[in-house]
């Protein structure tokens, strides 16, 4: 596969630091609210009404604008510099006073990727999120237990980190980069090698670091996609980025034999979760 770096792109990044999300008016609820909504659910119905609320624009205003990441290496003998950009939090649902960090399979984040013009980031984009982040909050783990995968355990965990995030509000007020207090899912070679016996659909997580940047969360495909569990969350990354000023879609990037290092370890023919038609 051969990228040609394209001065100008039909896909304009002019407004490329927002998120691109129609905001319409919300239900009026807040993020502890429409939490609640969640807990008779089963997870089928509970992840069909949070892609409802999520395309209708109902998430903290200070999502939409999003924040440039870049990384730079030596390619051949050439130096370049990719930028892309991020939202600045896990995908929360609510308002700036309210928000609720919402848990969800791959499939649903795949899901609001695609229709969001997104992707989910790589193991080396997170840690490059996370060396970028001028917010880095401890992880906050909650023993495994029978209720890890409930709405009432997503949260209690949504609301310790909130007290940690409030703590350090006034000097970095909502919209700065945040991070270390949720497993990314990523995209990664193990969604589709490696398999575990009676999985081979799985979910790959990584990160959760600690404030010594070691990452509790190795690259994990144990679980089956169709699992959540509090921990988890959603970092969207445009799909467009710039590599030495010109747009590059990161889809090319990562599927590339040569640029791939820029954002990944390795080489990912498939950067996607494949989900059913909808």
Not at 58 to 83: C, D, G, M, R
Not at 98 to 123: E, H
């Amino acid at each position: 596969m051969k990228i040609i770096f394209a001065a100008v792109c039909i896909v304009s990044l002019l407004h490329s630091q927002q998120l691109q999300i129609i905001k319409t008016p919300s239900s009026g609820k807040n993020g502890t609210e429409l939490a609640k909504d969640f807990l008779s659910l089963g997870r089928i119905e509970r992840e069909n009404l949070l892609y409802a609320i999520i395309l209708e624009g109902q998430i903290p205003n200070f999502l939409h604008t999003l924040v440039s990441i870049q990384t730079t290496a030596t390619i051949n003998e050439k130096e370049y510099t990719l930028e892309y950009f991020v939202i600045p939090d896990y995908l929360s649902i609510g308002n700036d006073g309210d928000y609720f960090l919402c848990p969800m399979t791959p499939l649903l984040a795949q899901r609001i990727a695609n229709t969001l013009d997104c992707i989910l980031p790589t193991k080396k984009m997170v840690d490059q999120i996370y060396t970028t982040a001028v917010v880095k909050l401890s992880p906050q783990p909650i023993p495994p237990d029978s209720l890890m995968t409930t709405v009432s355990r997503f949260i209690q965990h949504n609301d310790s980190v909130q007290l940690l995030r409030k703590t350090l509000v006034d000097r970095f007020p909502l919209g700065s980069l945040v991070a270390g207090t949720k497993k990314d899912i990523i995209i990664h070679q193990k969604i589709y090698s490696e398999l575990k016996p009676n999985r081979p659909k799985p979910v790959v997580i990584y990160g959760w670091h600690k404030l010594n940047g070691e990452a509790i969360q190795p690259p994990n495909n144990w679980h089956q996609e169709t699992y959540v569990d509090y921990s988890h969350g959603v970092r969207l990354v445009q799909k467009m980025g710039k590599i030495n000023g010109a747009d590059i879609s990161l889809v090319d990037i990562l599927q590339d034999e040569t640029y791939h290092v820029l954002i990944s370890d390795t080489v990912l023919v498939k950067p996607y979760y494949n989900i059913p038609d909808q």
